[in-house]
C-alpha cells in the first residue's frame, strides 16, 4: 500500500509491516518530515517490535537525507520519548516507532513538538503528501547529524521527583508484556524502595508469553494469578510501548480505569484545590462524581489523545486527565500521558490515604460497567439515529456519538470507529441486574444492523 495513503487516516500511523509499510515507505516519511519540521533536534525512539529496528534506521536516514540532527534514544516507552522533548529543549519533534497494543505483526509511528505537543498526522498529512508529490523534499545529507542519548537517568529522576511518601513497604507485581516496561521498572523500584517481582521483563517483538494489550482482561491473567502467589499489594501491566498502565489489588481483581482515574485526581485535587480533572465520554460517573464531591470541576472530551491534550493545552486549569482505555495524562508531563507516573501515583494515594488496593477500589465502585465492546455494523450512522429513536424520551447528548442517561442513573455511549464500520458500546448502571438487562436491550437493537 502506498504510504502516503496511509498518512490522512488517524493521529498516528499503524499498519502491518511488511505488507502495507517498508523500510522506504520510512525514509520517505522521514525525509519528508525532515523538510517539514520546524528548527531543531529530532529525538527518534522506538518500542520492542521485530521490525522496529529496521524501520527506525530508516526514519533516521531520511531525516539525515534531510539534513536534521537526529539523537536516536534507542529501545524507550512512549512517555520517555515524549519526556525527552520536555527535558530537551532544542527539541524540534519527537518520533516513536511503535504499534502500541497492537499485534506483533503492525508497526507504525506516533510524534510530538517540543514539551510533547502532540502532532495529529491527519492534520499535517496534506502538508507531508505536498512536500513529495511537488518534489520538494529537502536533500542535504551533508548536513545530516547523528548521536545517541541514553534517557533513562533523567527519566528516573522526573518519576522519583513526582512520588511522595514511603513506598518501601509495598510489594509491587509487574508485567511489562515483553515490552519497553522491562526497560525502566527495575530502575524505578531501586530508586523509590518498593519490592519488584517482574514478569516478561525481556523485550521481545514475538510477544511470546502474551499479547501486550492489557485493557483486554485475557491478557491480565498471569499478572493476577502472580499477585494472588506472591501476596504483592498491588500489580500493575503496561501495553507494548508502556505509555499505558492497568493495575489490580491484592485480591488479584483488576482496577478498572475510572478507578484510577478517580484516586489520583483526589489525590492531585488536594494539592490543587477547585482545579479541573477531565474525562472522556465513556469513563465512569464516579470520576464526575468524585471531582464534584472534592470541589473540583470535571470536564467531558471525546474519545482520543488528541482531543484530550489538545484541551488541556487550551486550558491551563486542567492539572490531569484520563481515558477509559487506561491513558493517563499529566500537566507535568507536557499534558502527555504517562503510564509509568500513573502507577506511582496510585502508590502515593495508597500510602497516602493508608488503604489497600482492594479498599481503594470498593470506594470508587459505585458503578457497574461493562468492557467496551464492538459490533461490526452496516452503516455507523444508521445505528447511531435508529437509537436515538428508540430512546427519545431519554436524555442524549452527542459530545461523541450517542449517549443516552437514565433518571435511575445508568447510561450507554455508542460511537463509531475512526477507519472501521464499527459500533463501540459502553454501559454502566448502579446494579448489575440493571446493567445486565440496559445491555441485552441495547445489543438486541443494534443486532439489526450487524454485518
Request: proline share 4%; with cysteine; aromatic share 8%.
Amino acid at each position: 500500500m502506498d504510504i502516503l495513503k496511509l498518512l490522512p487516516r488517524s493521529y498516528d500511523l499503524r499498519a502491518v509491516y511488511p505488507t502495507d509499510i517498508s523500510e522506504a515507505d520510512f525514509a520517505l516519511v522521514g525525509q519528508a518530515l525532515g523538510s517539514w519540521a520546524p528548527e531543531g533536534t529530532v529525538y527518534v525512539g522506538g518500542d520492542a517490535r521485530l521490525s522496529t529496528p529496521s524501520l527506525k534506521q530508516a526514519m533516521i536516514d531520511g531525516l539525515l537525507r534531510a539534513g536534521r540532527t537526529v539523537a536516536d534514544i534507542g529501545l524507550v516507552s512512549s512517555d520517555m520519548l515524549q519526556y525527552a522533548t520536555i527535558r530537551n529543549q532544542d527539541a524540534a519533534i519527537g518520533i516513536m516507532i511503535t504499534a502500541s497494543h497492537n499485534p506483533k505483526e503492525f508497526n507504525g509511528f506516533k510524534m510530538c513538538f517540543r514539551n510533547a505537543a502532540p502532532i495529529n498526522l491527519k492534520l499535517i498529512a496534506p502538508e507531508l503528501i505536498h512536500i513529495v508529490e511537488a518534489n520538494q523534499l529537502a536533500d542535504q545529507p551533508s548536513e545530516g547529524r547523528l548521536s545517541s542519548l541514553d534517557t533513562l537517568p533523567d527519566w528516573i529522576d522526573f518519576l522519583a521527583e513526582h512520588a511522595q511518601g514511603d513506598m518501601s513497604g509495598l510489594k509491587v507485581v509487574a508485567d511489562a508484556g515483553n515490552g519497553t516496561a522491562g526497560v525502566f521498572m527495575q530502575a524505578l523500584a531501586d530508586r523509590l524502595g518498593f519490592e519488584l517481582v517482574p514478569l516478561y521483563f525481556e523485550p521481545d517483538g514475538n510477544f511470546p508469553n502474551h499479547h501486550p494489550s492489557p485493557i483486554e482482561s485475557k491478557n491480565m491473567a498471569d499478572l493476577l494469578a502472580k499477585v494472588r502467589e506472591t501476596g504483592a499489594d498491588i500489580g500493575v501491566a503496561f501495553d507494548g510501548d508502556a505509555d499505558r498502565a492497568v493495575m489490580c489489588d491484592e485480591t488479584g481483581t483488576i482496577i478498572g480505569a475510572s478507578i484510577t482515574l478517580s484516586a489520583i485526581g483526589e489525590l492531585l485535587l488536594t494539592q490543587n484545590p477547585g482545579k479541573k480533572i477531565m474525562y472522556n465520554e465513556t469513563c465512569s460517573h464516579i470520576v464526575r462524581d468524585t471531582v464534584i464531591a472534592l470541589g473540583g470541576i470535571p470536564v467531558r472530551e471525546k474519545v482520543g489523545h488528541v482531543y484530550l491534550k489538545e484541551h488541556m493545552k487550551t486550558d491551563p486549569d486542567i492539572v490531569f486527565a484520563g481515558e477509559h482505555s487506561s491513558h493517563y495524562y499529566f500537566r507535568d508531563m507536557g499534558n502527555a500521558d504517562s503510564g509509568a507516573l500513573a502507577f506511582l501515583l496510585v502508590l502515593e494515594y495508597l500510602e497516602q490515604y493508608e488503604l489497600t488496593a482492594s479498599q481503594m477500589r470498593e470506594k470508587f465502585g459505585k458503578y457497574h460497567g461493562i468492557e467496551e465492546t464492538n459490533f461490526r455494523v452496516t452503516g455507523v450512522p444508521e445505528v447511531l439515529e435508529s437509537l436515538a429513536s428508540i430512546y427519545a424520551d431519554a436524555k442524549q447528548e452527542r459530545l461523541d456519538g450517542l449517549t443516552v442517561s437514565f433518571e435511575d442513573g445508568s447510561w450507554f455511549n455508542v460511537r463509531g470507529s475512526s477507519n472501521e464500520p464499527l459500533i463501540r458500546l459502553n454501559a454502566e448502571a448502579l446494579s448489575p441486574e440493571r446493567l445486565e438487562t440496559l445491555v441485552e436491550k441495547i445489543i438486541s437493537e443494534i443486532s439489526e444492523f450487524w454485518v
